[in-house]
């Protein structure tokens, strides 16, 4: 009996991007002028194109071919832009392949960008049952999980409201609760869970876990956060500008990933800015000094200098900062609103430091974008600026080559009279 579940052959997805030519400001009369010989030279020759655009053929993926077994938990990582989402659109049948062939046994429950799936008007209760019939399950089933469904996803309260009016959070723990619960053979799971707050992630990593050894469900998932990956996955697809690059076992891909990725991005140094949209302008691991460092003593600060570019200002957008240990587990997240520091120029420049004797000796790296929460992530750039703190006589030098963590606590401590 073939195990397969999930068979992708050459899969491709084009897009034809279009440029149009930007025009200079000029006098309403060179308009008037311009517009008049445009029109006569459409009489003239009525069948001519725009001069002032081209257009390009861009891939979002090109000759991906992989297969996938029952009960496999396969994760797929990759940059931003490397063809991830567009991955699992195609495998969700969102949106129609170029070229390739897809071939999947079972149903499919995707959980993708907050937003989709669930219709805003229809409350909760209604979407839990809309979602059940679109995967093809009786009224009867659907009612049989319900509760389950419910107490999952935490939201009894809010049941009977539109889920319009639901919070982010709310929407993604619905979603979740509902695509795990009513028992698709496939499970498509984006970004989406980042959302949600730590327990809730955790309750759905092991929720994962649960219906793929207990129930043999397949399980694909995409993320940036490799500690979650390396936890839930046993096997993981690398994606690179739209090319599969590296399918093996999730601590290989990895590390494949860590070191392809890195190619030692040292500094982030942009010249050519957008005037639509926010970007960090130049990011660097500084001394205290302020001269560019790869490695610091454990009992020295830390200093990062960025420079954002904000052409698309919001007073909600915000600056988000995340350091990996090696392994690409988050350390801590630094979540700053930028309206405290905002008065009205375009160019921002911030210096973070961390603490001397904070972070124990090891390797790392910064993961950063400027979020807009609930609408859009700018810039995000991961795995960036690798640095190492180096041991130069912490209190556990004694014991070199052992774990004791990545942050060094900061604790009180006293000594009591004993009683009686």
């Given at each position: 009996?073939?195990?397969?579940?999930?068979?992708?052959?050459?899969?491709?997805?084009?897009?034809?991007?279009?440029?149009?030519?930007?025009?200079s400001y000029a006098a309403l009369r060179d308009v008037i002028t311009r517009g008049v010989q445009n029109l006569g030279r459409k009489i003239l020759s009525p069948f001519s194109g725009s001069q002032s655009s081209t257009t390009e053929e861009f891939?979002?993926?090109?000759?991906?071919?992989?297969?996938?077994?029952?009960?496999?938990?396969?994760?797929?990582?990759?940059?931003?832009?490397?063809?991830?989402?567009?991955?699992?659109?195609?495998?969700?049948?969102?949106?129609?392949?170029?070229?390739?062939?897809?071939?999947?046994?079972?149903?499919?429950?995707?959980?993708?960008?907050?937003?989709?799936?669930?219709?805003?008007?229809?409350?909760?209760?209604?979407?839990?049952?809309?979602?059940?019939?679109?995967?093809?399950?009786?009224?009867?089933?659907?009612?049989?999980?319900?509760?389950?469904?419910?107490?999952?996803?935490?939201?009894?309260?809010?049941?009977?409201?539109?889920?319009?009016?639901?919070?982010?959070?709310?929407?993604?723990?619905?979603?979740?609760?509902?695509?795990?619960?009513?028992?698709?053979?496939?499970?498509?799971?984006?970004?989406?869970?980042?959302?949600?707050?730590?327990?809730?992630?955790?309750?759905?990593?092991?929720?994962?876990?649960?219906?793929?050894?207990?129930?043999?469900?397949?399980?694909?998932?995409?993320?940036?956060?490799?500690?979650?990956?390396?936890?839930?996955?046993?096997?993981?697809?690398?994606?690179?500008?739209?090319?599969?690059?590296?399918?093996?076992?999730?601590?290989?891909?990895?590390?494949?990933?860590?070191?392809?990725?890195?190619?030692?991005?040292?500094?982030?140094?942009?010249?050519?800015?957008s005037d639509k949209t926010n970007q960090f302008i130049s990011v660097k691991n500084v001394d205290e000094a302020l001269k560019e460092a790869e490695a610091f003593d454990y009992d020295e600060e830390i200093n990062l200098l960025v420079e954002l570019?904000?052409?698309?200002?919001?007073?909600?957008?915000?600056?988000?900062?995340?350091?990996?240990?090696?392994?690409?587990?988050?350390?801590?997240?630094?979540?700053?609103?930028?309206?405290?520091?905002?008065?009205?120029?375009?160019?921002?420049?911030?210096?973070?430091?961390?603490?001397?004797?904070?972070?124990?000796?090891?390797?790392?790296?910064?993961?950063?974008?400027?979020?807009?929460?609930?609408?859009?992530?700018?810039?995000?750039?991961?795995?960036?600026?690798?640095?190492?703190?180096?041991?130069?006589?912490?209190e556990f030098a004694r014991y070199y080559g052992r774990d004791y963590g990545v942050v060094f606590a900061r604790y009180k401590i006293k000594k009591l009279k004993l009683l009686g």
């Amino acid at each position: 009996m073939d195990d397969t579940v999930i068979k992708v052959d050459n899969l491709s997805k084009k897009y034809i991007l279009s440029h149009r030519q930007r025009e200079s400001y000029a006098a309403l009369r060179d308009v008037i002028t311009r517009g008049v010989q445009n029109l006569g030279r459409k009489i003239l020759s009525p069948f001519s194109g725009s001069q002032s655009s081209t257009t390009e053929e861009f891939f979002a993926l090109k000759d991906v071919s992989f297969e996938i077994k029952r009960g496999d938990r396969v994760g797929i990582i990759g940059r931003n832009g490397a063809g991830k989402s567009t991955l699992l659109k195609l495998l969700s049948r969102i949106t129609e392949p170029s070229n390739g062939r897809i071939e999947i046994t079972g149903r499919v429950a995707s959980l993708l960008e907050v937003g989709t799936g669930f219709h805003p008007e229809l409350t909760g209760r209604e979407n839990i049952y809309l979602n059940g019939a679109i995967l093809g399950m009786a009224r009867m089933e659907i009612k049989r999980k319900f509760d389950e469904i419910v107490a999952f996803a935490e939201i009894e309260r809010f049941l009977d409201t539109p889920v319009k009016r639901y919070s982010s959070g709310m929407y993604v723990r619905l979603a979740f609760a509902v695509a795990a619960n009513l028992e698709p053979e496939i499970l498509l799971v984006d970004e989406v869970l980042a959302v949600g707050d730590a327990q809730f992630q955790k309750k759905c990593v092991g929720k994962m876990e649960e219906v793929s050894k207990n129930k043999g469900r397949t399980v694909l998932f995409v993320s940036h956060n490799m500690g979650i990956v390396a936890q839930l996955c046993e096997k993981t697809i690398v994606l690179e500008k739209g090319v599969l690059v590296f399918n093996n076992d999730t601590p290989l891909a990895i590390d494949f990933y860590s070191k392809r990725g890195s190619q030692n991005i040292k500094k982030i140094q942009r010249e050519d800015l957008s005037d639509k949209t926010n970007q960090f302008i130049s990011v660097k691991n500084v001394d205290e000094a302020l001269k560019e460092a790869e490695a610091f003593d454990y009992d020295e600060e830390i200093n990062l200098l960025v420079e954002l570019n904000l052409s698309r200002w919001s007073q909600f957008l915000e600056l988000a900062i995340s350091l990996y240990d090696k392994d690409k587990k988050r350390i801590f997240t630094i979540l700053e609103p930028l309206a405290k520091y905002y008065t009205g120029e375009k160019i921002m420049r911030f210096q973070i430091t961390i603490p001397a004797k904070f972070i124990a000796p090891g390797r790392y790296s910064w993961l950063m974008c400027m979020p807009l929460p609930g609408i859009e992530n700018y810039d995000l750039l991961d795995d960036i600026c690798k640095f190492n703190v180096l041991e130069t006589g912490s209190e556990f030098a004694r014991y070199y080559g052992r774990d004791y963590g990545v942050v060094f606590a900061r604790y009180k401590i006293k000594k009591l009279k004993l009683l009686g």
